[in-house]
């Protein structure tokens, strides 16, 4: 096993499970093991692999395999990825709070698997992290009430909002700051049936923690979120959600190590190259 997928095992298995107050938690992992990509539960260091994907109707194959002789990707397949701005008051500074979520797109060309490194383009020089909860959508929604909100939202994972700063000061629109190749690490798991606005998120950078807050300080919860987002697009299943980063970033160089991880759900783990 090479020294990455050994580091992703790692984070999965030191990721502990917050208790639920009626069923379990469960894990759900997209894979690939030789020439096979397939959906599986996850189970310690086991993974039971499943037919059907995880937002429909499923039934389990039989097999098993191992963590460590998989590669774990990114745990959906999403027709879109929408992302928060200035959702933790934390990371306004100066700026006045929203009076609304605002949204912007990131391309699904932009997710990265866990363990895969996060590219820095030719001419970036201010490459961020932003360490996020993300919710996945797990059915189609439309004019969704905040009410109803937790009817459509499949489960949640970790992700990593990265931004070129400079792009993003000084472009018309963010879909470089935001979208280029790998700036949207995401896994490695998708966690279904715990509380999603009561998660500690942590960003550690080699090792250093950069970020450190609970979901319960979003300014606009997951509830508000989803019901905003589906009042002007159709979320279909398998579509996440990047809900916003807190405190401050910094920029990240080729060499770093980046880590977000959420209570209860993971460590998602992504070195920096050039």
């Known amino acids: 096993m090479d020294s990455t997928r050994r580091e992703v095992l790692a984070a999965v298995l ?8 009626q069923a379990a938690p469960v894990k759900f992992v997209r894979f690939r093991k030789a020439a096979t990509t397939a959906y599986g539960v996850l189970e310690g260091e086991t993974i039971r692999e499943i037919r059907g994907g995880i937002l429909g109707p499923y039934k389990e194959t ?4 191992k963590l460590a002789e ?11 990825v929408l992302a928060v701005a200035l959702n933790y008051k934390s990371h306004l500074g100066a ?3 929203p009076a609304k979520p605002e949204f912007f797109w990131k391309p699904v060309t932009c997710l990265a698997n866990p363990g895969d490194p996060i590219v820095i383009p030719p001419d970036a020089a201010n490459v961020h992290y932003e360490g996020e909860l993300v919710i996945v959508i797990g059915k189609q929604a439309k004019n969704i009430p905040p009410e109803r909100a937790a009817e459509v939202i499949f489960g949640a994972t970790c992700g990593n909002d990265v931004s070129e700063r400079d792009w993003q000061k000084n472009d018309q629109q963010w879909w470089r700051a935001k979208g280029a190749d790998t700036f949207g690490p995401l896994g490695p798991v998708i966690v279904k049936g715990i509380d999603y606005g009561k998660l500690e998120l942590q960003t550690r950078l080699n090792g250093q923690v950069v970020q450190k807050e609970s979901t319960a300080d979003l300014l606009f919860d997951c509830h508000a979120i989803v019901s905003f987002a589906s009042r002007f697009v159709t979320l279909m ?15 990240m160089k080729p060499g770093d190590v980046v880590e977000v991880e ?6 998602l783990r992504n070195t920096v190259t050039g």
């Open 70 to 80: 998989v590669k774990l990707l990114y745990p959906c397949e999403p027709s879109k």
């Open 262 to 267: 959420l209570s209860g759900i993971g460590v």
């Open 62 to 65: 039989g097999a098993r395999h």
């Open 237 to 251: 299943p398998g579509d996440v959600i990047y809900t916003g980063t807190p405190g401050t970033t910094r920029p």
């Open 14 to 21: 030191a990721a502990g499970m917050a208790p639920a107050a």
């Open 95 to 97: 700026q006045k709070p």
